[in-house]
């Protein structure tokens, strides 16, 4: 939501902060659980129901708007990265602003909650592409480990957002950036041979699927 939307008078002003109030609502609230009713995410932003679903007509629009605004960040974070002329630095930059930022929390968190549409799936593949292409460019640099893989990364991503401090949004920044060090060096191409296989394109995928 761009300041230009929020800064509009009248009810198309009210509107659009609603709405940043709905979504940061929504995102508190089913990252504490999945299966909470759409009402609470109502009463965390102080709007009235109606409000919500006139944007948002069901619980699954509201989570699939969550996530796929989660793979835009994703996405938009890697054509950053892309930029960077050094692969190492491109690669080790994109995932801390991914961790910063908290984009896999949700989209995780919520995995198989929702259909995804066509365009998630167009976009998902973009994703991919973006973090292959990041990958093959760390290894060209000589300074990732030859056997890391394109999915090493989003499982790297998980690990980080699997820390959670209740309540303490700083603090679990904090945990989450020291883990994602410790991850970093264990990509580095100084470092002993990994034990297993790394997974394989689309092992993950199946939790994707709404139960």
């Known amino acids: 939501m761009s ?5 509009l008078p009248g009810r198309r002003g009210q509107a659009a902060r609603n709405n940043i109030l709905i979504l940061d609502a929504a995102r508190h609230v089913f990252l504490g659980d999945p299966k909470a ?3 609470q995410v109502a009463e965390r ?9 006139r ?6 629009v509201l989570l699939r708007h969550i996530c796929h605004d989660g793979l835009l960040l994703y996405i938009g974070e890697a054509e950053v990265a892309a930029e960077e002329p050094d692969g190492w630095t491109a690669l080790t930059g994109f995932l801390a602003r991914v961790v910063e930022h908290d984009v896999h929390s949700l989209t995780v968190h919520l995995a198989g909650t929702f259909t995804p549409t066509p365009e998630m799936g167009q976009d998902a ?3 991919g592409e973006l973090t292959k292409q990041l990958v093959e460019r760390a290894h060209a640099s000589g ?5 890391v893989v394109a999915e090493d990364i989003g499982m790297i991503l998980e690990c980080c957002a699997a820390i959670r401090v209740d309540d303490d949004p700083d603090r679990t920044l904090e945990l989450r950036n020291r883990y994602l060090a410790l991850l970093v060096e264990g990509l580095s191409a100084k470092g002993p ?4 296989p790394p997974p394989r394109p689309g092992e993950m995928n199946g939790r994707w699927r709404p139960s």
Not at 3 to 7: G, I, L, P, S, W
Not at 45 to 53: E, M, N, Q
Not at 143 to 147: E, G, S, V
């Open 45 to 53: 932003a102080g709007v009235g129901i109606s409000a919500l679903y």
């Open 143 to 147: 300074r990732l480990r030859p056997d």
């Open 55 to 60: 944007r948002y007509p069901s619980k699954e």
């Open 37 to 39: 009713p759409i009402s």
């Open 3 to 7: 300041e230009t939307e929020t800064a």
């Open 193 to 196: 041979d990994l034990p297993g």
């Open 125 to 127: 593949r973009r994703a």
